[in-house]
């Protein structure tokens, strides 16, 4: 996993998050990135993202059929079944 960079736009310093540091710019804007997850700062407009995390898209397993199929059986009523006590 790609650690996230940003750049702070008061000293165009460029700052990389480290897991388990945190790193800031030390300008007035205090741009600070805390275990590599939390981005902070006094003005984020001041902060621009380099890179963040990219989210996996999900191989779907099930074909367009499948998918169809399984869709119209949720669908589906329960049909309840009237017995005779005796």
Do not use: H
């Amino acid at each position: 996993m790609d650690n996230i960079r940003i750049r702070c736009k008061n000293c165009n310093k460029e700052l990389e998050g480290l897991s388990g540091k945190s790193v800031s710019c030390g300008c007035p804007n205090m741009a600070t990135i805390r275990d590599n997850t939390k981005i902070t700062a006094l003005d984020l407009s001041n902060v621009v993202m380099l890179n963040s995390y990219k989210s996996k898209q999900s191989k779907n397993v099930l074909t367009n059929e499948d998918i169809a199929w399984q869709e119209a059986r949720r669908q589906r009523k329960v049909r309840k079944l009237v017995f005779e006590v005796r």
